[in-house]
């Protein structure tokens, strides 16, 4: 037989009491707050489980306003680069206007005024700062302002060629801006591959095209010096007057047509006829070249040029937005009367005509392109959105409380601490006096 003693009796009584009464206050606690987990104790390994999804759940969160702040940063500059387009699109309709050839010098010179002012307008473009005052298109440096003029028509870039990223998932850092040289000066001029000029020195009315590529392997094979003159020679002396010309290659200072060094005039072996092909290929005859030669392009020639006149075919070269806006300018500016006069405003109203499709080109490439990782910025939100969903969804199982068990958890403990209680009453009464 177990002897108990009235001391042992009573303790035991007052911790079952308490354990009851304990039981019965953590089950309440848990009821009001919602969470089945009050401290660590309760539960160590859903703890230590919950405290990892929280830490996912805070990242994805900070995801998110990674991508708020690339939003804000491209839209921005996506806004820019509209409005920039936008710009040289009115611009270039200013140029047409100009090619009408019932303009005086001064109305020209009227357009070239508005001109500037879309310069100055396209430069504060190109500095356009974002809602933090940082500059969008200067790279890394984005404290540094980009574009400053030099001199009229030379812009200086002072930023860098850095894009700032941003990382939008735990897989993805997203290019939130780009440098502004690539944006509005490393523009191949002319129509991306060859531009044609006249020379300042022309007398006549002969306007040069654009041209085009009817052999990219040809035009792109190393051995092409991609340096061209076409020079003319007008003979007078017939009825009506002929116009020939000559094809030099610029390096070597030879003849193409006869393969012996050009001559400094002519006549020369082929005729000229107004807004006919000139192919930068051996045509035999009239060609006396015995070497074949085919460099891939092609262009024609307006008007009448004149003995001496020269237009050159070379290899398209970067020309900023900035420099060909300040060349029609000063085209427009200095325009006059005469033939030769009206050549020289068309072959310069051409030249931009063509530079600024490459511009708009170059614009809309861009843009188009931050609207790709807008679109992307868009989805990595929404899979953040739906991955805070399951850590809201597992730590809602992990930690959240059944209300239904909680409360006949409650029940259940409320009836026991009271027996408790109860049981607890009777056996401190309980003496041996009692029974003597």
């Known amino acids: 037989m177990i002897r108990l003693s009235t001391k042992t009796v009573f303790e035991q009584g007052v911790f079952n009491l308490q354990r009851s009464q304990a039981d019965v206050y953590r089950t309440q606690e848990q009821i009001s707050t919602g969470r089945r987990i009050q401290n660590p104790s309760d539960d160590p390994v859903a703890s230590a489980r919950s405290l990892e999804v929280e830490q996912s759940r805070e990242i994805s969160k900070q995801y998110q306003r990674n991508n708020d702040s690339a939003q804000a940063t491209l839209m921005a500059s996506e806004n820019a680069i509209s409005n920039a387009v936008a710009l040289l699109q ?32 396209l430069l504060g473009i190109a500095n356009t700062t974002d809602g933090n005052g940082l500059y969008l298109f200067s790279g890394y440096q984005g404290t540094t302002r980009p574009f400053a003029e030099t001199t009229p028509g030379n812009v200086f870039y002072a930023g860098d060629q850095g894009s700032r990223l941003i990382r939008i998932s735990a897989s993805r850092e997203i290019p939130s801006s780009d440098p502004g040289s690539d944006i509005f000066q490393r523009i191949m001029n002319g129509n991306g591959t060859f531009v044609t000029e006249a020379s300042d020195d022309n007398t006549g009315s002969g306007v040069i095209g654009p041209g085009a590529v009817t052999s990219p392997l040809a035009w792109n094979d190393d051995a092409n010096p991609r340096d061209f003159s076409v020079r003319f020679h007008r003979d007078e002396t017939v009825m009506p007057p002929v116009t020939t010309y000559d094809i030099v290659d610029n390096s070597t200072g030879d003849s193409l047509l006869t393969g012996a060094p050009a001559a400094a005039d002519g006549p020369y072996l082929r005729t000229y006829s107004d807004d006919g092909t000139i192919s930068l290929r051996r045509q035999a005859p009239p060609d006396t070249n015995t070497a074949d030669f085919n460099y891939g392009v092609e262009f024609s020639v307006k008007g009448n040029p004149a003995t001496g006149d020269e237009f050159t075919i070379q290899a398209s070269r970067n020309e900023d937005v900035f420099t060909t806006l300040h060349n029609l300018i000063v085209t427009l500016e200095t325009a006059s009367s005469g033939a030769a006069a009206n050549a020289r405003l068309a072959n310069g109203i051409n030249t931009a005509l ?83």
């Open 354 to 436: 063509s530079n600024f499709d490459r511009d708009i080109d170059n614009l809309l490439r861009v843009q188009a392109s931050m609207g790709v990782r807008l679109r992307e910025t868009d989805d990595a939100y929404s899979n953040q959105e739906d991955l805070i969903a399951q850590y809201d969804e597992t730590l809602s199982n992990l930690r959240d409380l059944d209300y239904a068990k909680a409360l006949s958890d409650l029940a259940r403990q409320q009836l026991t601490y009271e027996a408790a209680q109860k049981t607890f009453a009777q056996v401190q009464s309980l003496s041996l006096f009692q029974y003597i």
């Open 90 to 121: 009115d611009v270039r309709t200013v140029a047409v206007n100009a090619g009408n050839g019932a303009l005086s010098p001064n109305e020209l010179k009227s357009l070239a005024s508005e001109l500037r002012g879309r310069y100055q307008e």
